[in-house]
């Protein structure tokens, strides 16, 4: 029977959500800026600007916070599409490259070669020649150690990474 690792999942790093965070928080905002507009007195500027000027403009106050809610909600989920799972059969990775994500899958067999010498990026050196790069993730050290260990467990050679180790640092029996 051959080694069949835990699924474990690693998201994209804070880097690559932080404009679709910050984009939700500036369309909030402005949807927070439209509402009190609506509900503040007829005479003051932030309701003659938001209701009053409605009249000459293309689309409604309201109609553009609400757009840019949903653009920014889809913004967030389309951040957190990317990542790397490593799975019992293999490795699937997500990445955003235009507008829709990329997703592959790599069987174990199909994996001739993992190279972690990179501070950013793991390589994948592939059966028919061609060299992969996952994607960024949060957890980089944790994706490498997972990993080393099935290489270990399947015999895939490794270039780089901190070796196996499952003896437990000495700070561990301090009591």
Excluded: C, H
Excluded at 38 to 60: A, G, H, T
Excluded at 90 to 112: F, N, S
């Amino acid at each position: 029977m051959t080694y069949r690792p835990t699924e474990a999942v690693f998201g994209p790093p804070l880097s690559v959500r932080l404009p679709s965070v910050l984009y939700l928080l500036i369309a909030l905002v402005v949807a927070g800026l439209v509402l009190a507009g609506e509900m503040s007195p007829p005479s003051s500027r932030l309701n003659e600007y938001v209701v009053q000027r409605d009249i000459n403009r293309l689309i409604s106050s309201r109609t553009l916070a609400t757009l840019l809610i949903i653009s920014s909600i889809a913004s967030v989920i389309r951040a957190g599409m990317r990542g790397v799972r490593v799975r019992g059969d293999g490795i699937e990775y997500r990445d955003v490259v235009t507008l829709l994500p990329r997703v592959r899958r790599y069987k174990w067999a199909q994996i001739d070669r993992i190279i972690l010498d990179s501070p950013d990026t793991i390589l994948l050196d592939l059966w028919d020649g061609s060299r992969s790069s996952l994607p960024l993730v949060s957890d980089r050290r944790g994706l490498s150690r997972a990993l080393e260990k099935v290489a270990a467990a399947r015999a895939i050679p490794v270039r780089g990474g901190a070796g196996l180790d499952e003896v437990p640092d000495s700070s561990e029996y301090d009591g």
